[in-house]
């Protein structure tokens, strides 16, 4: 069974840095991209980043380039979501996305998310 | 506002048919593959629809994509109650070498 759970999240100052972390097993992990979503309050889905299965590629929505950083370890099975700069805007449910096989942007599998709030 | 336009709401009766339509441009929908994504907020999403119109493992026939040009589709038939969700249309940006995502229908079985 495919499992993906988020950790890290919680309560930060704006400006600070939050590091998420994405453990995932029953499946083999270095076979495949993942991704970041996120889930503002009030907002829709926004896609936040993707790897490609080895880490070579990566890609940043515009909204975090520059502050937030999208990087796996395949040796621990997990992917990571280093967040720099935090602002208010910041603030919401995070969550990390299997890429499935295919073609196109498939998003097949979910954890049930991270939640990141951004405050004085 | 969203890159790829979605109505922002929907409603039909259980046992009805409803559409969700997800509007966009040649450098998103009109050169990638669009999938269809259920979301209860609080919750992990789900995936329904890939490749623009085949079902994802599980999912029942009631469900069903399509695409044409810079548009795709979701149709919901035979509603039920537990249908009631946020739906959202997701692909791949050219131009931006980003992932994008609808603004999200609401469905609302009444």
């Known amino acids: 069974e495919v499992q993906l759970v988020e950790s890290g999240g919680g309560l930060v100052r704006p400006g600070g840095s939050l590091r998420l972390t994405c453990a995932a097993s029953g499946f083999t992990f270095r076979n495949y991209g993942m991704n970041w979503v996120r889930q503002a309050p009030g907002k829709g889905l926004e896609w936040i980043a993707y790897?490609?299965?080895?880490?070579?590629?990566?890609y940043h929505a515009g909204s975090v380039k520059g502050r937030f950083t999208i990087s796996r370890d395949n040796a621990r099975n997990a992917l990571f979501l280093q967040m720099n700069t935090l602002t208010a805007e910041d603030t919401a449910v995070y969550y990390c996305?299997?890429?499935?096989?295919?073609?196109?942007?498939?998003?097949?599998?979910w954890g049930q998310g991270i939640l990141v709030t951004v405050s004085s | 506002q969203s890159v790829l336009t979605q109505p922002p709401s929907v409603s039909a009766a259980p046992g009805q048919k409803v559409t969700i339509s997800c509007s966009g441009s040649s450098s998103n929908i009109g050169s990638n593959y669009v999938c269809w994504y259920q979301y209860v907020p609080g919750t992990a999403p789900k995936l329904l629809i890939y490749e623009n119109n085949q079902r994802f493992s599980g999912i029942p026939d009631r469900f069903s994509g399509s695409k044409s040009g810079t548009s795709a589709t979701l149709v919901i038939s035979g509603l039920q109650t537990g249908d009631e969700a946020d739906y959202y249309c997701g692909t791949w940006d050219d131009s931006l070498s980003a992932g994008l995502f609808g603004g999200g229908t609401k469905l609302t079985v009444l």
């Open positions: 996305a299997r890429e499935g096989e295919g073609s196109g942007r498939i998003l097949d599998f």
């Open positions: 790897t490609t299965e080895s880490g070579a590629r990566i």
